[in-house]
C-alpha cells in the first residue's frame, strides 16, 4: 500500500496518561486493550482488592470479530502525497488510548468497561 | 467489488481533543485496516442496593 506522508505543524499534548502510546512514525500494527470496572458509590468508601475481573462475564466473553469475505480490488490514487494538519491539541490521552502521526497497517482495539453503581440503602421488600 | 479511491490535497487547520481514553486511537495518516471491539455493561443491568459494605481483608 502506497501511503502518504503526515505533516504535523504543531502538536500539543498536555497529559500522556497511563498505558497510552504518542507514536510519532509509521507502525505496522496497534492492538490496543483496555479492561476497566468502574464502580461508583453512594458514599466515598474505597476498598483494596473489592473487585475481581475473574467474576464478570464480561471480561471472558470472546467478541465476535466482523467477517469480511466480500472479493474487494482497492485502488488508491494520491494526488497529493501529504496530509497536513498546521495545528494539533490533545489534553489528555488515557487507558491505552493512542495518539498516532504517521501509517500503519493494522489497528486492533478492544474495550471492555464494568459499570457497576452501589446506592448505600436497605433493599425494598417484594411486598411493598 | 472494484473500489476506486482518490485521495486528493488534505490540509486541515486545527485539531482540539480534550479526552482521548479506553483504547481510541486518533491517527493522522493512512491504515489499511480497523477493527474495533467493545463491551460495555451499566446499570441498571448491573446494580448493588444494599446497606451492607463488602468486606474483603
Given amino acids: ?128 | 467489488m472494484d473500489f476506486n479511491v482518490i485521495n486528493g490535497d488534505l490540509v486541515i487547520g486545527k485539531i482540539d481533543i480534550t479526552y482521548l481514553s479506553t483504547s481510541s486511537t486518533f491517527l493522522v495518516g493512512d491504515i489499511r485496516a480497523v477493527s474495533l471491539l467493545s463491551a460495555y455493561d451499566t446499570p441498571p443491568e448491573k446494580m448493588i442496593v444494599g446497606v451492607t459494605i463488602p468486606f474483603i481483608e
Fill in chain 1, 1 to 128: 500500500m502506497h501511503k502518504r506522508i503526515s505533516a504535523v505543524g504543531r502538536i500539543k499534548i498536555n497529559t500522556v496518561g497511563a498505558s497510552t502510546m504518542f507514536e510519532v512514525g509509521d507502525s505496522r500494527q496497534m492492538m490496543p486493550l483496555n479492561y476497566t470496572i468502574a464502580v461508583q458509590r453512594e458514599k466515598s468508601i474505597y476498598i483494596q482488592s473489592e473487585f475481581n475481573f475473574f467474576d464478570y462475564q464480561i471480561f471472558a466473553r470472546p467478541l465476535l470479530q466482523p467477517v469480511v469475505d466480500e472479493p474487494l480490488r482497492m485502488t488508491r490514487t494520491n494526488v497529493s502525497p501529504n496530509i497536513v494538519v498546521q495545528d494539533i491539541n490533545v489534553f489528555i490521552t488515557s487507558s491505552s488510548s493512542i495518539a498516532h502521526i504517521g501509517s500503519s497497517e493494522e489497528l486492533t482495539a478492544q474495550s471492555r468497561i464494568k459499570h457497576i453503581r452501589h446506592l448505600l440503602r436497605e433493599e425494598p421488600t417484594k411486598s411493598s
